[in-house]
């Protein structure tokens, strides 16, 4: 049986470090290389689940975690700094870490500065280049990723990604240059966008920093246990042999044949021999969601509901009733975080990520009591009795849902861009909303999806060219906010579906009269997105209507007056 893999973050400093564990025991924690994230090392945090509390944690900048301060340019001293902060932020003294190509450089630094924080450090692929830094090879290789405003960004990237794994160095295409090596399957290609895509401008950040370190004289300063590792069919094995000799005491070096199996075991003996069985056998991480960032930061925490564990970000403090939030559909609230912080004035504002929804966990049961079941479940994981809901665009039909079936415990609504579609449209909308995002050898998946989400703020629904779908406003089709939504959509494409689907059969209408608490309906005349607010608005037992400011910040201080009358 397959170990359940839990997500979670721990506040460091004035950020988050996100991270993936499985398992019971003493912790070990293992480092990915760039421009990866914990995606990559999921097979060793199952392998050694059985033994340990095995973390994989997205270094700062990369995954979700997030990015150290851009000036002055991170080095890698602050990447192991950032380490060291993690760790302690686990609440962890000592433990055992794995560290893989560009993250070896950053445990060596972190057991040259921090030996008595190392129980011992395995660095994996250490690569030590003769010469000086070349700053042409690094500009070269980090050539920027620039979100366009054309998307064209997507193609470009998308090569990048394949070519990474065909030449290397990747922009140097030669048949001397050419890796042996067989194409990845879509499933790798698509992981590997995905990171790429989530660290955006800052993938470069500590790949760079690593390529600039110089590690060799760091090597005689080590006074921890470091075992120098690599296996013959990596890349890097061969800078083995540029470690200094002699090493100093407590290191050693270990050559490994391709054998991937031995190569686990190893690391499994190392683990066993270091890990603290005795104090950190019962090794539980903290929750952030419990001791939010101040500071007008946004907090990310989990809890579990339905089949699996939520996203949740929480804004804003004070003794308010708390705001619960649903984003539109698809994506997640990640690109309404501005917009959630707005809403948390003098209250606690939480943002739920839809399960199937960026790093929500999907569903069993696909329908609008099942979503609302695990919205549910959330709120108790929370410990929120009483909440105002506000919810946007597809998720409205999900939010009636909530609070139609909980009575008291939704104070009030607040719906914007309630969506009551006809059945015929109901049934083209199933059919058409979502088109395929299958990942596609050519990347065409990467554009079908950007251009859904561009049009959203052009027609409605977006697919319609016709002139009756025209939306007569001034379109949000910022190309930072369009490529949140598409990495958030495309995290689960296969499930990116899921809520959409369970929305448009919530029959939100028949539930509009069933719902007791006070409700504000948004609207707007001329944008055929609010099309049935008019209806919605009658049909509630308590509903009433508020024109829809065009600016978040305005937006949330009139749906903060709603509330608070």
Not at 204 to 233: G, I, N
Not at 355 to 378: Q, R
Not at 534 to 541: D, F, H, I
Not at 544 to 563: C, K, N, Q, V
């Amino acid at each position: 049986m397959a170990a359940k893999i839990r997500k979670g973050f721990v506040n460091v400093g004035a950020g988050q470090v996100h991270y993936r564990a499985a398992g019971s025991g003493p912790p070990v924690i293992l480092l990915h290389d760039s421009p990866r994230s914990s995606v990559l090392h999921l097979p060793l945090v199952e392998h050694f689940s059985d033994r340990f509390t095995t973390i994989a944690i997205d270094t700062p900048g990369y995954g979700n975690s997030t990015p150290l301060p851009p000036e002055p340019r991170p080095e890698i001293s602050d990447f192991s700094s950032a380490l060291a902060d993690t760790i302690l932020g686990f609440g962890v003294e000592r433990c055992p870490v794995y560290g893989f190509h560009t993250s070896s450089k950053i445990l060596l630094d972190f057991a040259a500065n921090h030996p008595e924080r190392v129980a011992v450090a395995i660095m994996d692929g250490l690569s030590l280049p003769a010469g000086d830094t070349d700053h042409a090879f690094i500009n070269s290789y980090m050539r920027p990723f620039k979100v366009t405003d054309t998307g064209s960004y997507l193609g470009e990237e998308w090569t990048r990604v394949r070519d990474f794994q065909r030449w290397f160095p990747w922009f140097a295409k030669s048949k001397a240059t050419r890796l042996p090596m067989a194409q990845r399957d879509m499933s790798y290609m698509q992981s590997y966008s995905m990171d790429l895509f989530m660290a955006g401008p800052h993938f470069s950040d500590a790949y760079s920093a690593a390529m600039r370190y110089k590690a060799v004289p760091v090597v005689p300063t080590l006074s921890a246990r470091c075992v120098f590792m690599a296996r013959e069919d990596d890349v890097l094995y061969s800078f083995l042999d540029a470690l200094p000799d002699p090493l100093p005491e407590g290191s050693t070096i270990e050559r490994l044949s391709p054998d991937r199996d031995a190569w686990k075991a190893r690391m499994g003996e190392l683990f066993n021999e270091y890990a603290d069985f005795d104090g950190a056998g019962d090794f539980s991480p903290p929750d952030p969601l419990k001791d939010p960032l101040s500071g007008g930061l946004v907090t990310r925490g989990y809890v579990d509901a339905g089949d699996g564990q939520i996203l949740v970000r929480r804004a804003g403090h004070g003794t308010g009733t708390p705001i619960v939030f649903l984003h539109d559909l698809p994506g997640s609230a990640r690109a309404d975080e501005t917009y959630l912080k707005a809403l948390g004035q003098g209250r606690p504002a939480f943002g739920l990520d839809l399960p199937g929804c960026n790093d929500s966990d999907p569903l069993k049961k696909l329908d609008a009591d099942a979503y609302a079941t695990a919205i549910v479940a959330a709120l108790d994981a929370l410990g929120l009795d009483q909440v105002d809901l506000v919810a946007d665009g597809l998720s409205t039909p999900i939010a009636l849902t909530v609070a139609s079936q909980s009575g008291a415990r939704v104070q009030r609504l607040v719906l914007d861009g309630v969506a009551l579609p006809e059945s015929d449209m109901t049934a083209e909308m199933k059919v058409n909303y979502l088109p395929d995002l299958r990942p596609q050898m050519d990347g065409t998946h990467m554009h079908r999806c950007w251009h859904m989400l561009r049009d959203q703020s052009v027609h409605w629904p977006w697919y319609d060219g016709g002139t009756g779908a025209i939306r007569k406003i001034t379109p949000d089709i910022d190309p930072q906010t369009i490529h949140t939504r598409l990495v958030d959509t495309l995290k689960q494409w296969d499930h990116a579906g899921d809520a959409i689907g369970a929305a448009l059969g919530a029959d939100g209408r028949s539930r509009l009269k069933d719902v007791s608490a006070p409700t504000m309906v948004l609207e707007a005349e001329d944008d055929v997105r609010y099309r049935w607010a008019s209806e919605a608005t009658k049909q509630l037992p308590n509903g009433s209507a508020l024109p829809r400011p065009a600016d978040p910040t305005a937006r949330a201080r009139a749906i903060l007056g709603f509330l608070e009358g």
